[in-house]
């Protein structure tokens, strides 16, 4: 007779531990990342990584750093402890901006002296005699030659949040600006100190071109949307299994990776650390990720360009344009994937060698979140929220169509006549789609856009247990046509969902220009 294998012990979550030293020296849980990072340590000296907010990079640059300082003891027992060479010890320069500079110019100059301030102390240099401490490249470039002279061994350069000072201060374009020009300058000594570094690894949120910011840096690998190192950074669904495994009981795991897996950049999916430890210590589904940083000049950036929010779900891009932020023009492709807000869902390379990306949420929590932050921008008042969401919920759940039409009609009604007149998103055509479809993601249900059939594309499917709601939209003048059921009916939609004993409802909506409110809602219903 078989006996079940004994249960493994809980452990401490390290939520907001970012230093291995801690985390190992507590028992905490701990996804063994050191492998990995010796494998990029060996494979060149320049990197630059770019992955979302609170997704564990601040805790990967500090286990490069224990590695080049030589700290075996806190590798007992993982993949580095046999495969680094312990006997070496580097002069390690840590900067980091995580805590923000919200003035330009001398703000953030201070923060540059009082980082190299702290690395001379660390590495027990002394600035020397004549340099004005207002130069800083001159400085960091000093401290960079005496690292190495002093140890015998050349530095590692560590810039952790190297683009924080510009996100701070995103919203006042000349403050930016100047934030970006001031860093310019001084990640430009890198380029001057070669002989001196034996890995330099710069990380953020955003993306700059080396043109705005890395000038000169032509030696800097992007390894972003590099495929063996996109789990670098996060927990993969093994780690979820494995690591966390004592946690995993009274969980379903298949609500965990609906709720918070998903990030794809070209490799592996992950999940993002900070999501799945407030998860398993406080067991309830919760956006907790997106509910640290609202998005709030995201949001203002999707609504001054008009965006189509139904576009939200499948978004095609390049990779120039997914992988370029620049101030002077911001392009909302590149400011929602690198933000960690859309995420990678296809990859095809053309005829002609361009490299084509299909963009999608990552998540549940980033798809509900994300569409309920935007409905205000829309006119819909915020006061509207939870109680409209739970009567829409509820008649979609009894089937009850004329309690769906009233609901609707109440959503858009809703909107202040002043609004239209103040907003240019007025005059938008795909204003009523956005809002529709916006106000349907932020119930948390399984929604596709635009889903493809045999004879063309579904506006919008919905589907709940035993029931399929094929929605198509159009937008008139004035009173109803007739075009939108008609459509669904003669491009035979609800074939590819008939004969799985579901019932498929097919309901035309018609939006008036002039009444500003839903004027068609045409049903017709096909028994599963």
């Known amino acids: 007779m078989s006996t079940a294998a004994p249960a493994l012990p809980r452990r401490k979550l390290p939520i907001g531990l970012q230093t291995l030293d801690k985390l190992r020296s507590e028992d905490c849980y701990y996804v063994d990342k050191s492998g990995l ?124 949040e190297y683009d924080k000072p510009i996100l701070d201060n995103i919203a006042d374009p000349q403050a930016a600006q100047a934030m970006r020009d001031g860093l310019r300058d001084f990640y430009a000594t890198l380029k001057d100190s070669d002989q001196h570094l034996r890995f330099v690894f710069l990380t953020g949120v955003t993306k700059f071109s080396k043109v705005s910011l890395f000038s000169g840096l032509n030696n800097l690998k992007d390894i972003t949307l590099d495929a063996r190192w996109s ?21 379903d795991r298949d ?13 592996t999916r992950v999940y993002n650390p900070f999501d799945a430890l407030l998860l398993f210590d406080n067991r309830l589904f919760k956006p907790y990720w997106f509910e640290t940083g609202t998005p709030t000049f995201l949001v203002k950036v999707l609504a001054a360009q008009q965006w189509f929010t139904p576009d939200l779900a499948s978004l095609q891009a390049d990779e120039s344009l997914l992988m370029s932020f620049e101030l002077e023009h911001i392009e909302p492709a590149a400011l929602l994937f690198q933000s960690g807000y859309l995420t990678l869902h296809d990859t095809r390379q053309l005829r002609n060698q361009d490299i084509l990306f299909t963009l999608g949420y ?25 109680q409209s969401r739970l009567t829409l919920l509820e008649a979609l759940g009894q089937v009850d169509m004329l309690a769906i039409e009233t609901s609707l009609r109440a959503l858009f009604a809703s909107i202040p006549s002043d609004w239209y007149r103040r907003n240019p998103l007025a005059g938008f055509e795909g204003h009523y789609a956005s809002v529709f479809y916006s106000h349907l993601a932020g119930l948390g249900l399984d929604l596709r856009v635009e889903d493809a ?12 247990p035993g029931q399929v709601f094929l929605f198509e939209f159009k937008v008139v003048a004035d009173a109803p046509e007739g075009h939108a059921l008609q459509q669904i ?27 500003r409110n839903v004027v068609g809602f045409e049903v017709e219903t096909i028994t599963g």
């Open 37 to 160: 990072a010796i494998d990029l340590i060996e494979s060149g000296t320049y990197f630059f990584l770019s992955r979302p907010r609170r997704f564990g990079k601040s805790l990967l640059v500090d286990t490069f750093k224990e590695l080049f300082e030589g700290n075996r003891a806190l590798f007992e027992g993982l993949a580095a402890e046999t495969r680094w060479d312990w006997s070496r010890r580097y002069p390690v320069i840590r900067i980091s901006f995580s805590g923000g500079v919200s003035l330009a110019g001398t703000g953030l100059a201070q923060r540059i002296r009082e980082n190299l301030r702290l690395n001379r102390v660390a590495l027990g240099l002394s600035r020397p005699e004549g340099l004005p401490e207002d130069d800083l490249s001159g400085n960091f470039a000093d401290l960079i030659r005496q690292a190495h002279l002093s140890r015998g061994e050349p530095a590692v350069v560590l810039i952790d």
């Open 231 to 251: 789990a670098l950074c996060g927990y993969t669904d093994a780690d979820i299994d494995t690591v966390f495994a004592p946690e995993l009981p009274g969980l």
């Open 255 to 267: 609500e965990i990776r609906r709720w918070y897996n998903g990030y794809n950049w070209g490799g």
């Open 362 to 386: 990552p998540n549940r929590e980033v798809e509900v979140s994300l569409n309920r932050v935007l409905l205000p921008s829309y006119g819909v008042p915020e006061r509207l929220g939870l």
């Open 453 to 464: 059939t045999n004879h063309g594309r579904i506006d919008l499917t919905v589907t709940l």
């Open 489 to 515: 009916r003669e491009k035979g939609y609800a074939e590819k969902y008939l004969g799985q004993g579901a019932d498929v409802h097919l309901i035309g909506v018609e939006f008036s220009r002039t009444a």
